[in-house]
């Protein structure tokens, strides 16, 4: 249920052979965090993360080819992370809320397999001018369901690099203008799910690179459920939530 990592640079914890399932809360700093083919690493809906917080060791989620890792509705505190997705690879990450908080800067993801962030990446609040860099390599894919934007008044810097691959834009999807950006003679396409209004400017384009943009695309395969929250208060005046 719980992983509470006391020391500053902790214990690798390496998942294979089936399902590890966390459902409360997880706090832990420095290491990695091996998922090896065939096994899947979940955090469940309305579970806490917190990662590479303090002045620690970077925290290294590496997926296996064949591997898994699932955030289901996790509220995720970053610092300090790297997550390495190579082809092959699944992400599925849906964020209740997002923030880097901490005293590194060293957040890297490298998506190389497949991406499906469900809300997008929505920074919401960071400190120390924290800065997550998001890089997609030829081959992969990234899936977003909700905006890409960050929180600048919170000194947050956001830097959505495409080298390559393919970029999904579903649901409420919306990227702020200057947080991505194609590299230098890379070749990217953009698929446009019907509802979808996408401002292709938003996007850094150099004379050298390419950018497809397919409209009126269908949804991406495998998409979850969309759940929605509402406050409901029972007879003594608490709250809770429901889906």
Known sequence: RQWKQ????GQPLTVRNGTLVFTESVAVHGGRIDVEPGATLRFARGSYLGTGLGDAGTRIFKIAPGARLEMDGVRWNMDHTRVVLPKGADWLADFS???LAGAMKDNRWEIGGKAMLVRGI?????DWGNRLSVHLKPGGELLL?????TNTAKRCSLDVILEGGVVSLFWSAAIDPGLVRVAPGASVEIRVSRGVEFDESSISVPADAKLKVVRNAPLPAGLPARYTFDVKYDRTGRSYWIS
Not at 6 to 9: A, E, I, L, S, V
Not at 122 to 126: I, R
């Open 97 to 99: 809320s997002f923030s």
């Open 145 to 149: 369901g909700g905006p890409v934007s």
């Open 6 to 9: 006391q020391k500053w640079n």
């Open 122 to 126: 929505n920074v919401k609040e960071g």
